[in-house]
């Protein structure tokens, strides 16, 4: 099955201790987002990767890292998590930027962050 | 730069009534213009798009959307509300240029019986 996963799908930790959430796809997609999601400010961009080795800033990408070593994986790293990163997170992947702005997009399940 | 907008974070409507959700939006060359809907506890999935073929774009579940150019404006409607629908919609926009996505705040439906 096609598909988007993400690890841990809810997970509490504290102030300052590394964490990292897992993303990986089955679909071979060259493209692949971090989103958080909160209350009233729909999706916001954190990282994103066009494809392997290739990374860069979204909109809100202060106090995360990303990393893009293999095709099918892109972890999400907090190093020093704070309270303002709580939030719920979305991993996207989708098929390629030839076709410019057009592609679907397919989320993960979602993993919901509290930080203490 | 592109913008979304979702009029009401919240819609209510009644079981077999109409549902419109309504997204403007604002680019300077020609949009994509997406509705992805989250049901709870769920990612978010597409429900159609628009690429500049037919202005009228059907999706899943019975939701359709009009672009309508010169209100700049995608809204969405189903013509008979099912408590399934309850979830939360969101409208987005991209270009050829700008391949990111930009994203409305969401419209949270809810369905009376």
């Known amino acids: 099955e096609a598909q988007v996963t993400q690890n841990p799908r809810y997970l509490i930790t504290v102030t300052g201790k590394k964490l990292t959430v897992t993303c990986s796809q089955n679909?071979?997609?060259?493209?692949m987002s971090w989103y958080r999601q909160d209350p009233g400010l729909g999706l916001r961009q954190i990282y994103y990767?066009?494809?392997?080795?290739?990374?860069d800033k979204g909109d809100v990408p202060e106090g995360y890292k990303v990393s893009r070593k293999e095709k099918r994986n892109f972890p999400l790293i907090l190093e020093s998590p704070s309270p303002n990163q709580t939030s719920l997170y979305f991993c996207a992947s989708s098929p390629g930027v030839l076709a410019g702005g057009r592609e679907t997009q397919y989320f993960g399940p979602g993993t919901r962050l509290l930080v203490l | 730069a592109q913008s979304v907008t979702q009029l009401g974070s919240h819609v209510s409507v009644s079981e077999g009534a109409l549902v419109l959700l309504r997204c403007n939006y604002s680019?300077?060359?020609?949009?994509?213009l997406f509705w992805y809907v989250q049901y709870p506890n769920q990612g978010l999935q597409l429900l159609l798009k628009?690429?500049?073929?037919a202005t009228l774009v059907k999706g899943i579940n019975g939701f359709e959307a009009e672009f309508k150019k010169s209100e700049t404006s995608f809204h969405l409607t189903k013509p008979s509300a099912h408590m399934s629908d309850a979830a939360e919609y969101f409208c987005a926009v991209s270009t050829n240029s700008n391949y990111q996505l930009i994203w409305g705040a969401g419209t949270k439906l809810i369905i009376k019986p």
């Open positions: 628009y690429t500049s073929a």
């Open positions: 990767s066009m494809n392997v080795e290739v990374t």
């Open positions: 679909m071979n997609h060259e493209y």
């Open positions: 680019s300077s060359v020609p949009p994509y």
